[in-house]
């Protein structure tokens, strides 16, 4: 042994870069043996700065500044770089931070919605010409007259209901339940004609109450609202669970 001490240094060195372009951080392994010049064209592929426009300054890892990387010849590893240093880029250039980022700071297309109306090359035209959606004329005319056929079946349906009367409540993907009719009428939250119903168990989802207004009284979760074609009225006694049997 002659006494003397080898130091061996990784290849490469792991570091952060920040600019002035941008409000993100990023982690980047670079090879120590490239020069400043290299590594400034590596840097212009990840925060779009040119090389040329470039000022390196170098944070230790508790981003404390060191020094400017300021000499293009110079190799990366020459410098006190360590792994999870900070490396930030000023542009000289005269982008600003968010540049690229802020979408606010796009200029937007706009266009008057009757300039719109005259393009033929718009969605609404290609619409328009192959009678889709609301411009089919006959569809729409087949749903309105469907809708206002069904508006009168349910009003129909309504007038031959009466507070007070059993009923059996069947609505589609839900279980048949049992009730008596509390409310015939319109209401404030949604249009057309419904019926208040109380259950006989707790299957509602209300007390009677909807948006702060009282349709009738009930229980907490043996209210409810549905539309007349989903009511049968009819002679439907409370079921006896035998409570009061021993």
Known sequence: ???????????????RVTSTVS????????????TIAEFKSKLELIVGTPAACMDLDLFSTSDKFLQKLDNNEALLGSYNVDDDCRIHVTDRSGAKSGEFTDLSKVEKFEISDDAYEKRADSIRSFKKNMKLGRFNE???AKQEEALAKKEEEEKAAAEAIAVGNRCKVEVPGQPTKIGTIMFVGTVDFKPGHWIGVKYDEPLGKHDGSVSGKRYFQCEPKYGAFVKPLSVTVGDFPEEDYGLDEM
């Open 1 to 15: 042994m002659d006494g003397s001490v080898t130091v061996i240094t990784n290849p490469t060195v792991s570091v």
């Open 23 to 34: 409000s993100f951080e990023v982690n980047r392994r670079f090879n120590r043996g490239i």
């Open 138 to 140: 006959e569809n729409r």
